[in-house]
C-alpha cells in the first residue's frame, strides 16, 4: 500500500556509517524475491512514482539502479501476486476493470491474469463459509482451553476430530516442497502439436475481429508461460496440447470478465490495455470531428453541448454515450470548455 516504495521495491542506496562511508545497494522486496514470488497488497494505494518501479521488472525480469554514483542491473526473476481494491468497495461487472481500480492500463496490461473477486449471495454457499468459519473458530477455542486448563472437560480425541475438518488435504509444507521442487528441476519444453494449437488459436482469434484487437503478442507469452506451468506443475518435461488447452481455458476465462467489451460482446485488449475498448475510442474519434465541424460553422469557434449532442445521435450514437465520451475527451486534454456548455478542440487536435 502506501507503505510501499520505489526503493523497497527494487534497491535502495545506504551509506556504510561504520566503516570508510561508501555507498552500497540494499536489495528490494523484487531483487530478494528472484526466482521466487513477491507479494505485494494494496498495491492500488502506492503512489504513481513509486509504481512505475514495477513496469521494468515486470517487462524485462531485471532492474537497472543509478543511485549514489552505483550502476548496477539486478535480476527479478520473480512472479508477481498483486492485490487491489475496487475504489467503490465492491466490483461492478458492467464497468470496465480499469475505471473501478486506481492503476494505470500500462500497469494493468503487464499482468498474465487478472480477477475480479465477487461476493454474491449464495444461500448453500454462504452456509458452508459460515459453518466452516464457526467450526474453526470452536476448535481454537478448544486447542487454548484444553493448553491452559489442566481439568479441561475436552480429551485430546475430542480435538482431533474438531480439527480434522480444517486440515488441507495436502500438508502446507510438502505443497511449499512440491513447488520449490518443480521449480527448480522442471524445466518443460513447448511440443510442436503445443506450438500449433496456440498458434492456431491466436491467429484465428486475431483474425475474427477487424476492428478490435483481441490480443497482442504480450499475451500470447502469457499462454506460453501459463501452459509451462501446466507440465511443472505435472513434473513433465514437455508441454502437451492438453496444456495448452488449459491456459486458453484460463485465459479466456480472466478476459470474458475483465477484457470483454460490453457493446460488442467481444474479446478486446484494448480494454485492459489503453483503457477504453475500440468502440469507445471510435466514439470519440466520431465527437471530435463533430466538435471540429461544428466549431468551423460557428461565429466564436466553439460547439454547444445540445449540438454536439444532435449530432452525434444522427451518427446513430446514444445521448448517454456521447456525453461520456465527451468527458472523457475533456479529462483527456482532447478538448476544453472555454464557457459552460461550450467546447473547443485544443490546438493539436
Given at each position: 500500500g502506501k507503505a510501499t516504495s520505489a526503493a523497497g521495491l527494487t534497491a535502495a542506496a545506504?551509506?556504510?556509517?561504520?566503516?570508510?562511508?561508501?555507498?552500497?545497494?540494499?536489495?528490494?522486496?523484487?531483487v530478494l524475491a528472484d526466482m521466487g514470488v513477491a507479494c505485494i497488497d494494496e498495491i492500488d494505494k502506492m503512489s504513481d512514482q513509486d509504481r512505475s518501479a514495477l513496469h521494468q521488472a515486470m517487462e524485462q525480469q531485471e532492474i537497472s539502479?543509478?543511485?549514489?554514483?552505483?550502476?548496477?542491473?539486478?535480476?527479478?526473476?520473480?512472479?508477481?501476486?498483486?492485490?487491489?481494491?475496487?475504489?467503490?468497495?465492491?466490483?461492478?461487472?458492467?464497468?470496465?476493470i480499469h475505471e473501478q481500480i486506481n492503476m494505470p492500463p500500462a500497469l494493468l496490461s503487464r499482468f498474465d491474469?487478472?480477477?475480479?473477486?465477487?461476493?454474491?449471495?449464495?444461500?448453500?454457499?454462504?452456509?458452508?463459509?459460515?459453518?466452516?468459519?464457526l467450526l474453526a473458530h470452536r476448535a481454537g477455542e478448544v486447542r487454548e482451553q484444553r493448553r491452559r486448563i489442566k481439568d479441561s472437560k475436552y480429551t485430546e480425541e475430542?480435538?482431533?476430530?474438531?480439527?480434522?475438518?480444517?486440515?488441507?488435504?495436502?500438508?502446507?509444507?510438502f505443497l511449499r516442497k512440491y513447488i520449490a521442487y518443480a521449480r527448480r528441476n522442471v524445466f518443460p519444453v513447448l511440443q510442436e502439436d503445443a506450438i500449433k494449437r496456440l498458434e492456431e488459436y491466436y491467429v484465428s482469434l486475431r483474425s475474427s475481429s477487424e476492428e478490435s484487437i483481441p490480443f497482442t503478442p504480450r499475451?500470447?507469452?502469457?499462454?506460453?508461460?501459463?501452459?509451462?506451468?501446466?507440465?511443472?506443475?505435472?513434473?513433465?518435461?514437455?508441454?502437451?496440447?492438453?496444456?495448452?488447452?488449459?491456459?486458453?481455458?484460463?485465459?479466456?476465462?480472466?478476459?470474458?470478465?475483465?477484457?470483454?467489451?460490453?457493446?460488442?460482446?467481444?474479446?478486446?485488449?484494448?480494454v485492459i490495455a489503453t483503457g477504453i475498448s475500440r468502440s469507445q475510442h471510435d466514439r470519440m474519434l466520431t465527437i471530435i470531428e463533430i466538435?471540429?465541424?461544428?466549431?468551423?460553422?460557428?461565429?466564436?469557434?466553439?460547439?454547444?453541448?445540445e449540438d454536439i449532442l444532435n449530432e452525434a445521435e444522427i451518427e446513430g450514437i446514444d445521448p448517454s454515450k456521447a456525453r461520456e465520451a465527451i468527458e472523457r475527451l475533456r479529462k483527456n486534454g482532447q478538448i476544453y470548455e472555454p464557457r459552460h456548455g461550450r467546447f473547443r478542440l485544443t490546438e493539436e487536435y
Open positions: 545506504v551509506r556504510d556509517e561504520f566503516g570508510e562511508g561508501h555507498w552500497t545497494l540494499e536489495a528490494g522486496a523484487l539502479v543509478a543511485k549514489a554514483g552505483i550502476n548496477a542491473t539486478l535480476k527479478s526473476r520473480c512472479a508477481i501476486l498483486a492485490a487491489a481494491n475496487p475504489k467503490l468497495g465492491r466490483f461492478d461487472e458492467f464497468i470496465p491474469l487478472i480477477f475480479s473477486l465477487i461476493d454474491k449471495p449464495d444461500k448453500e454457499r454462504d452456509s458452508r463459509l459460515a459453518r466452516h468459519i475430542d480435538e482431533k476430530k474438531m480439527v480434522e475438518f480444517i486440515t488441507p488435504y495436502f500438508d502446507p509444507e499475451q500470447l507469452e502469457a499462454f506460453a508461460r501459463l501452459a509451462e506451468a501446466s507440465a511443472r506443475v505435472r513434473l513433465s518435461d514437455k508441454v502437451t496440447v492438453e496444456d495448452a488447452e488449459r491456459a486458453i481455458a484460463i485465459i479466456e476465462k480472466y478476459l470474458r470478465r475483465v477484457g470483454l467489451d460490453r457493446e460488442t460482446g467481444r474479446f478486446d485488449i484494448d466538435i471540429k465541424r461544428l466549431s468551423k460553422e460557428s461565429p466564436d469557434g466553439s460547439a454547444s453541448m
